[in-house]
């Protein structure tokens, strides 16, 4: 779901992105390493990256430090997602799409009182939107170079 919404919000502001720049993960901070690497690597990196969980962004920040020819902020942009309390550590600070873990706990809980209570009611949909925390890391001089 992820890929497919950066794909629609791309698609919606009619851009485009080179097919090797989006590489699947497992979810792991290795996997986020080794794809950062990866990334890193090619002969037109990108100058910026999406990670799709919090561990992931760490292994990929890891792969920027090690790398003598990138910067976090200064050759490649990084948003990731999930907010965690070592994302105000990084040096800049990690912007993130945030999920409202609380609310998504209190709603669950309610649906399954709501369930519990009345089995014969139609289910119930719940939708709570994510917010961008803007904290530095998504700067880069040289951002929209592939676009």
């Known amino acids: 779901e992820r890929l497919s919404g950066f794909r629609d ?3 919606k502001e009619g851009l485009s992105m080179p097919p090797e720049y989006i590489k ?6 290795n996997s986020g390493y080794a794809l950062g690497q990866e990334l890193l690597a090619l002969d037109r990196p990108p100058t910026a990256i ?3 969980n919090n561990l992931m962004t760490m292994g990929l920040l890891q792969a920027i430090h090690a790398h003598p020819a990138h910067s976090l902020g200064k050759t490649v942009a990084v948003v990731g997602f999930d ?3 070592i994302s105000t550590l990084t ?5 993130v799409v945030s999920r409202p873990m ?8 309610r649906l399954i009182m709501a369930r519990m209570e009345s089995p014969a009611k139609p289910l119930e949909t719940v939708v709570l939107g994510p917010q ?4 530095g890391s998504e700067k880069n001089p040289g951002l929209l170079r592939w676009i």
């Not at 699947?24 to 901070?29: A, E, P, S, T």
């Open 91 to 95: 040096d800049p600070p990690l912007t």
């Open 102 to 109: 609380r609310e998504m706990g209190v709603q669950a809980a």
């Open 50 to 52: 999406f990670s799709c």
């Open 83 to 85: 907010d965690i309390p």
């Open 9 to 11: 919000a791309l698609e």
């Open 24 to 29: 699947i993960g497992d979810f792991r901070l």
């Open 132 to 135: 961008l925390i803007i904290r």
